[in-house]
């Protein structure tokens, strides 16, 4: 495949131009060809006739823009234009950059591919200007994206990204202010890169598509994580953007949310690779990242819900009412009172969108929300899977969107766990509808059976677990036994058989919401507690 690369020295085109090596390439920057001179563009590719054109060419000076906005229209809107024709001229597909700029970041819960743009900047109307490429080629894509970081471009005069402007920065300040609004998705020119890759050469139709890490965060918290990763001691004060008057507004809120493409991974991971790359390369002075472990959390909320037909024919189960508020909300509530701060909460592709108008961002609660869809629901283990990229190297603590837990504060279990795996127990009345866990008086694991015929204990195994990330590997190896799914059963047995596998018993009650009865149980249950709550009588339920 013959690739010409356009804007090759800029902070992504370099990136391109290692992930398209194999390739037959040619790269061009504005030495060689000026985006904005129609007839050198026309006559130049003509002579080339490449298979693909990429242009990683752009103006991105926001608040120039606003004084003069000539420039930025010319290379942002003028010059895709002239690429696209030339492209449809040759036969070639043609793949362009746009900007979450283009939304006026009203929308809190982010945007999707399909959401009308409406900029509210003059750079933002040139890159809206840059989807005009549509009317101009017929194999045409656009890629949005956002808040790029990476290395330096090498051109002349290039900036250099909020990463490094960050380090800087905090090698030399005491104190430093930073924007806590204007919410958006950092993304590492490295992914951006590879998805690209994926866009050219697969089989997906001409159109806009969103391409960032997942995971959204205000410029505030993007500080915070650099100056944690690296661990630069700097005091940070969240400010509002009316701190920092600029010429050209900024939306608050302009996360893309990627419907269409595989998704990248999380912003915080992909900030661990950058970091690693310029500690080792360009900064040696930086200090060592940190390796301790933190601890997510997962929700796994995908699923039919089919022991609750005919409700679950309208909504996904764990959007169904539980008293007074939704399903979905006891299990998040589990993990942030055990202080879970990023949680990934995985989905059924058809309620998405409900999920996100319920929690949003999880700004409200001082936590981070991420979703992934689970298109079939495949098992349990496939949420580590799913969830891979956002588990990275860490440990992490998975629910079951169903389960509901009363009076157990899982905050011990979840601090003290270091690494293997860690399940819970609770005695109940008929063990063979569930996992069984069989241990000694020391809390040792002895056996683990799914609903076994005859029990060889009383004690249930709830819909709680607490693994470190070598749980994705093994997740990845379990195939189905007696159903289509995969069971969580080996998961556990599979950390046992390494000899790392312990037992918690929960004090309180448990409830998995999955039936009708079970439904009315738990939520008479709630009820009942608020009303004596609110009469004085918080003996009955401890």
């Not at 061009?28 to 000026?34: E, I, P, T």
């Not at 998405?352 to 629901?377: C, F, H, M």
Request: proline share 5%.
């Amino acid at each position: 495949m013959k690739i010409l690369i356009v804007g090759s020295q800029g902070m992504l085109g370099q990136e391109l131009a290692k992930v398209f090596a194999n390739e037959e390439i040619t790269l061009w920057d504005r030495n060689d060809l000026d985006i904005t001179d129609r007839e050198m563009v026309y006559s130049k590719v003509e002579a080339l006739r490449p298979d693909v054109i990429i242009n990683a060419a752009a103006y991105n000076n926001v608040d120039a823009c606003e004084e003069n906005a000539e420039p930025a229209m010319r290379i942002n809107g003028d010059g895709p234009i002239f690429l696209a024709r030339a492209a449809e001229q040759i036969g070639a597909k043609f793949i362009q950059y746009g900007s979450d700029y283009v939304f006026d970041g009203t929308k809190k819960e982010g945007y999707t591919e399909d959401d009308l743009p409406h900029p509210i900047s003059k750079y933002g109307e040139s890159k809206l200007a840059t989807e005009n490429v549509f009317a101009h080629c017929t194999r045409c894509y656009v890629i949005r994206t956002s808040r790029l970081f990476g290395r330096p471009a090498l051109s002349e005069g290039a900036k250099k990204s909020f990463v490094d402007v960050m380090i800087k920065l905090g090698r030399e300040k005491e104190s430093l202010d930073l924007v806590d609004e204007e919410w958006g998705n950092p993304t590492y020119v490295v992914d951006l890169a590879k998805q690209t890759k994926v866009l050219v050469e697969g089989f997906y139709p001409s159109g806009i598509y969103h391409a960032t890490n997942e995971g959204a965060c205000t410029w505030y918290g993007f500080g915070q994580e650099i100056f944690r990763q690296t661990g630069i001691n700097i005091r940070t004060n969240p400010v509002p953007t009316s701190k920092f008057p600029r010429p050209a507004r900024r939306p608050m809120f302009s996360s893309l949310i990627n419907t269409k493409l595989p998704r990248m991974r999380s912003w915080q991971d992909a900030l661990t690779d950058y970091l690693t790359t310029i500690n080792e390369i360009e900064q040696p002075q930086v200090k060592s990242i940190s390796m301790k472990k933190e601890m997510k959390g997962i929700i796994l909320a995908g699923g039919k819900g089919t022991r609750l037909y005919p409700l679950t024919k309208i909504t996904s189960k764990q959007l169904l009412p539980v008293y007074n508020k939704a399903m979905v909300m006891y299990p998040l509530e589990s993990l942030m009172r055990a202080g879970i701060k990023e949680i990934l909460v995985i989905v059924a592709p058809e309620y998405a969108g409900d999920y996100l108008r319920l929690l949003g961002s999880g700004k409200e609660w001082g936590i981070k929300l991420t979703y992934e869809i689970q298109d079939e629901p495949k098992g349990l283990p496939e949420a580590f899977i799913i969830g891979e990229n956002f588990i990275g190297e860490d440990n992490v603590t998975m629910i079951l969107g169903d389960n509901i837990f009363f009076d157990h504060d899982f905050t011990d279990d979840i601090k003290s766990f270091e690494k293997g795996g860690r399940i819970f127990a609770l005695e109940v009345p008929n063990p063979e509808r569930f996992g069984v866990v069989e241990f000694d008086k020391d809390m040792r694991v002895l056996s683990i059976e799914e609903k076994p015929k005859e029990p060889k204990s009383k004690y249930a195994i709830p819909g709680m677990y607490i693994y470190d990330s070598r749980v994705c590997h093994i997740a990845k190896g379990i195939r189905p036994t007696w159903r289509p799914e995969t069971d969580i059963t080996e998961v556990h047995k599979a950390f046992l058989g390494m000899n790392e596998l312990d037992v918690r018993l929960v004090k309180g009650r448990w409830l998995d919401a999955g039936t009708h009865e079970a439904l009315l149980k738990a939520s008479n249950w709630i009820a009942a507690r608020e009303y004596q709550s609110k009469l004085g009588f918080t003996e009955l339920f401890k």
